[in-house]
């Protein structure tokens, strides 16, 4: 019914589509899919310590927070004791 040029027509569309919707997404993919400032600076980083002082430094700091972090829990908890027997005491 349609001849040859349907099929020449059919066939370059059946090339042409896939190639066309790769070359729209496979191009500029830097500033179309790019993120400002996602990755962090080198000095904003976490480093890692190999240095024998450095290990034990970050040792001792990781010691200081897990406790600073446990008196205020143990106080927080005291504060919430003090409170329920005060209202214990009321009723």
Request: charged content about 30%; overall charge negative; proline content about 5%.
């Amino acid at each position: 019914m349609g001849g040859l040029n349907l099929e020449v027509f059919k066939f370059g569309m059946y090339l042409m589509f896939p190639i066309g919707i790769m070359f729209y997404f496979g191009t500029n993919l830097d500033q179309r899919f790019s993120v400002p400032d996602f990755w962090p600076k080198p000095e904003n980083a976490n480093k890692v310590p190999y240095d024998r002082d450095e290990i034990h430094e970050e040792l001792e700091r990781l010691r200081a927070r897990r406790l600073y972090l446990r008196e205020q829990r143990l106080a927080s908890e005291a504060r919430q004791q003090q409170q329920q027997q005060h209202s214990n005491d009321q009723e």
